[in-house]
């Protein structure tokens, strides 16, 4: 994930309108084209910079700092204005001829389009400022500030006590929007906004005393942080009242249906198809990761149990995978483990030449920060393409929070050979690569308005990549586990789209996950939790995954002897973050 992260609510997976990218230039007199291009070339750099005073707190989590002092309050005058942008904006865009854009040029056009239009689609029809909580909490933004030195510490603590005057403000008219919420989206506004106290706490006071801002300067920031902390306080409590009426008299279902499903489907994901279409190939493709399961299990039964093998291949896979998932790291060192597996993983890379990895971009393994808590076990936060060479951190959320039964029951599923796959997609050469390579795209809109499921799914196409290239040296049980953690990502679309729109229920899909998918008890209540928090995220991961694995076949095929795994990554990766379907496109035209 990008700087945003998904605990923040904030991933941004835009993409364009399906059916759009067939189109095929037309020839055109030459100094007509010129013009054209020199045109969308202006209109695209002059779009970003009024995105950005529409958008300040994304432009502070891109790198784009003129803006750090203004927090937006989510009022409908502010609304208005921002629904008066994307139609405007939208405007200005379609005047230009498709036909006379590069192919380029053509799939930045899309992704500006889809932006907008997503935006207007969200203002206007999904509505979610009204029915979810947990997308107001002014935490992220403050710690971007806080916690990043792309400034010095006096300039960064200025757009903090401007920042702050806006935060009351930016409560209160988070509950004017509210009407008729989902009470799974309030109980976790309560639980994230309760983090934020990690952000204004007593050491950004002593930073401030300690600091070169004037004395009235500090006497404003102590006064605004007060009101700034009442004013969240204020929330907490609101939101923990509203919980309670909600428990006791209902709530809105937190399932969006067929219809919006498939509008935000085709928003977010691109995938060129429907969602019940993937959702039908994913049903299809687990019946096969099963059987290539059973097969593993078949080879080492043997090597773990004196006892004969259960008829029934998804039991016999199960207690294997149950005897094998004890092996795991113990929970005070689950965090130092995550750190110290990366070099390995940096090493192997390096060593079989599948990517160059920039030895300048550092990656942080980091304990996740409280006010980010309650979504993902693990996330990467990376920076925007304007201040590139700033740190990536590895979220890793510690269990010192957990029961000791859910501990451990976290921990088998996070077992010796998961935790290395789980590092292979977040970190190397997973999101972290991936960010550090869109960072570097020449086009700017590629970089910033990055599709979800090219993301997750070169994250997910890596852990694959990495077994095939002798990660683990091939050993049965790394790759029966891979198995079940691919498994996990095909149930995670079948998950999503039979809780949205068939009507799941918890107890259909714990037995979903635990049964068919063989994951552990714990992940699986925290996968029902994410599912019920998020929709149609959870399918980027098989979408992508499959969409990029099948493309390489089919240039390993085309290719033969000439195809280059590291010149096919790299290529890949140098169109930033565009959806599949479109890099895909400019790499058949070289």
């Keep these: 994930m990008k700087k945003a992260t998904l605990s923040l609510a904030i991933v941004l997976s835009f993409a364009g309108i399906a059916g759009c990218q067939t189109q095929k230039d037309k020839p055109t007199p030459v100094n007509s084209q010129a013009a054209q291009q020199q045109s969308f070339a202006t209109f695209s750099a002059q779009f970003?910079?009024?995105?950005?005073?529409?958008?300040?707190?994304?432009?502070?989590?891109?790198?784009?700092?003129?803006?750090?002092?203004?927090?937006?309050?989510?009022?409908?005058?502010?609304?208005?204005?921002?629904?008066?942008?994307?139609?405007?904006?939208?405007?200005?865009?379609?005047?230009?001829?498709?036909?006379?854009?590069?192919?380029?040029?053509?799939i930045d056009y899309r992704l500006m389009e889809n932006l907008l239009q997503r935006d207007i689609w969200d203002i206007t029809k999904f509505k979610s400022w009204q029915w979810d909580p947990s997308s107001y909490n002014v935490a992220g933004g403050f710690a971007q500030l806080i916690n990043e030195d792309f400034a010095p510490l006096d300039t960064r603590l200025r757009s903090v006590l401007a920042r702050m005057e806006n935060v009351p403000a930016y409560y209160r008219a988070a509950r004017e929007n509210i009407t008729n919420p989902t009470l799974e989206h309030t109980q976790l506004a309560h639980m994230q906004n309760q983090g934020a106290f990690s952000v204004f706490s007593d050491e950004l006071l002593e930073q401030v005393s300690n600091s070169g801002l004037t004395e009235d300067e500090k006497a404003l920031f102590v006064q605004r942080f007060n009101l700034a902390t009442d004013a969240i306080n204020e929330q907490i409590t609101w939101l923990e009242d509203l919980a309670t009426k909600l428990e006791q008299q209902g709530a809105r279902s937190f399932r969006i249906g067929e219809a919006l499903y498939e509008e935000k489907f085709s928003f977010d994901i691109q995938a060129g198809m429907s969602g019940k279409a993937l959702y039908e190939k994913a049903s299809a493709d687990k019946v096969r990761?099963?059987?290539?399961?059973?097969?593993?299990?078949?080879?080492?039964?043997?090597?773990?149990?004196?006892?004969?093998?259960?008829?029934?291949?998804?039991?016999?896979?199960?207690?294997?995978?149950?005897?094998?998932?004890?092996?795991?790291?113990q929970r005070d060192n689950f965090v130092d483990e995550v750190r110290a597996q990366i070099p390995e993983l940096i090493k192997f890379v390096n060593d079989k030449k599948l990517v160059t990895l920039d030895p300048e971009k550092p990656l942080v393994v980091r304990e996740t920060p409280e006010y980010m808590r309650g979504f993902a076990g693990a996330s990467i936060s990376a920076p925007g393409p304007y201040e590139k060479s700033s740190n990536t951190y590895y979220n890793v959320t510690p269990l010192d929070g957990m029961s000791d039964e859910s501990a451990e029951s976290y921990l088998r599923e996070y077992n010796h050979w998961i935790l290395q796959v789980l590092n292979i997609h977040e970190a190397i050469p997973g999101h972290y690569t991936q960010l550090v390579y869109?960072?570097?795209?020449?086009?700017?809109?590629?970089?910033?308005?990055?599709?979800?499921?090219?993301?997750?799914?070169?994250?997910?196409?890596?852990?694959?990549?990495?077994?095939?290239?002798?990660y683990g040296d091939f050993e049965p049980e790394l790759w029966l586990m891979y198995y079940k953690w691919n498994l996990r990502v095909i149930a995670n679309t079948i998950l999503d789209y039979s809780i949205q729109v068939k009507g799941m229920t918890e107890e259909q899909a714990i037995a979903l996950m635990t049964e068919e998918a063989f994951q552990q008890t714990a992940e699986a209540e925290g996968k029902w939790r994410r599912a019920t928090l998020s929709q149609v995220q959870l399918t980027s991961y098989y979408s992508g995954y499959r969409e990029i694995y099948d493309f390489r076949e089919e240039q390993k095929a085309a290719q033969g002897e000439k195809f280059s795994l590291k010149g096919f990554h790299e290529e890949f990766l140098s169109y930033g973050s565009a959806p599949v379907k479109y890099i895909k496109e400019l790499m058949l035209k070289q």
């Design 438 to 470: 869109s960072n570097e795209s020449p086009s700017m809109i590629k970089s910033l308005f990055g599709n979800g499921a090219m993301v997750e799914g070169w994250a997910v196409y890596t852990e694959r990549m990495m077994l095939e290239e002798g």
């Design 289 to 329: 990761v099963q059987k290539e399961m059973a097969k593993i299990t078949e080879q080492l039964w043997s090597k773990y149990f004196d006892t004969a093998k259960p008829e029934d291949d998804n039991i016999a896979t199960r207690q294997l995978i149950d005897k094998l998932s004890s092996k795991h790291v």
């Design 48 to 106: 970003i910079d009024e995105l950005w005073k529409e958008s300040p707190t994304w432009a502070l989590y891109s790198g784009f700092h003129k803006y750090d002092g203004v927090l937006k309050v989510p009022n409908a005058e502010n609304r208005a204005h921002s629904l008066a942008f994307n139609q405007r904006q939208l405007e200005k865009l379609t005047a230009f001829d498709t036909t006379k854009l590069t192919p380029s040029e053509l």
